[in-house]
C-alpha cells in the first residue's frame, strides 16, 4: 500500500543550531505535504504545508522543501530553541481530501540547552 | 474560542467493557476524523465522516464503531472486540475538500 517514511526517528540538536527532518513518499498522485507538530500530551498541529506545485516554503525559521522527482520532502527549523522540541510528522495526501492522507511515524525532537 | 474538544482526557476500561469517547467541534467543519496514535508508529485512521449521517471506516476499523448524528459531534465507541484497544485516540476535522487537519488534545485509553 501507499505509505511514508520518516527519518530519523530521534534527533538531538544543540540550541541554536539547525535540524533537518526528511520524509519519501510512495503515491506519485500525493500533491499535498503538510507537517505536525505534536507537544506532550497534546494533539498535532500544523505547522507548515507544501504543494506539489512549489519547490519550497518557508515560514520564519521554519522551511519545507519538495523534490517530486525523487518523492522526498524535508523539513528545515533553523535557529532552534527549546520550544521547538517535540515529536514532528510529515505526511502525503491529495490536497482534496483529507482522509486518503498518510502519516510519517514521526520525528521525536530534542533541543540541547 | 473554536476548536476541537475530546472527553475525557484520560479512561480505565476493563477487558470487556465497551467505552465511548466523546469528541465535539466548533469550528463549522463538514468532516471529521478519527485517527489511533501508539508509540513510535505514525498516525493510523480508524473512522471518518464527510457529512452528517454518513461515515467511512478507515485503515484500522475492527472493533469501533462510530455515529455522525450532529455535524459537530463524532463520538468513538471501543467495543470489546477490539483487541489492543490501549493507545491514544486523536479527533480531528477539517474543512471539506481540503487537506488540513485540526486535532483535539487527545484521550488515552488504558485498559486494566
Known amino acids: 500500500g501507499e505509505n511514508v517514511e520518516q527519518h530519523p526517528s530521534t534527533l538531538s540538536v544543540q540550541e541554536g543550531d539547525s535540524a533537518v527532518i526528511k520524509c519519501t513518499y510512495s503515491d506519485s498522485a500525493s500533491n499535498y505535504f503538510p507537517w505536525y507538530k505534536q507537544e506532550l500530551g497534546k494533539g498535532p498541529q500544523l505547522i507548515i504545508d507544501?504543494?506539489?506545485?512549489?519547490g519550497e516554503k518557508k515560514d520564519q525559521r521554519i522551511a519545507v522543501t519538495l523534490n517530486k522527482t525523487a518523492k522526498h520532502f524535508s523539513l528545515h527549523i533553523t535557529e532552534t530553541q527549546p520550544e521547538d522540541s517535540a515529536v514532528y510528522f510529515c505526511?502525503?495526501?491529495?490536497?482534496?481530501?483529507?482522509?486518503?492522507?498518510?502519516f510519517g511515524s514521526g520525528t521525536r525532537l530534542s533541543i540541547r540547552p | 474560542d473554536g476548536g476541537i474538544t475530546q472527553s475525557p482526557k484520560y479512561l480505565f476500561r476493563k477487558e470487556g467493557q465497551n467505552v465511548t469517547l466523546s469528541c465535539e467541534q466548533n469550528l463549522n467543519h463538514d468532516a471529521m476524523y478519527w485517527y489511533r496514535q501508539d508509540p513510535g508508529q505514525g498516525l493510523r485512521l480508524i473512522y471518518y465522516?464527510?457529512?452528517?449521517?454518513?461515515?467511512q471506516k478507515g485503515d484500522i476499523a475492527e472493533g469501533y464503531s462510530v455515529s455522525r448524528e450532529k455535524k459537530e459531534s463524532f463520538p468513538l465507541t471501543v467495543t470489546s472486540a477490539q483487541k489492543n484497544p490501549t493507545a491514544f485516540y486523536l479527533c480531528?476535522?477539517?474543512?471539506?475538500?481540503?487537506?488540513?487537519?485540526?486535532f483535539g488534545e487527545g484521550s488515552r485509553l488504558t485498559v486494566l
Open positions: 480531528a476535522s477539517s474543512k471539506q475538500y481540503t487537506g488540513e487537519l485540526f
Open positions: 505526511a502525503a495526501s491529495s490536497y482534496s481530501s483529507a482522509s486518503k492522507i498518510i
Open positions: 507544501i504543494r506539489s506545485n512549489v
Open positions: 465522516s464527510q457529512i452528517v449521517n454518513d461515515f
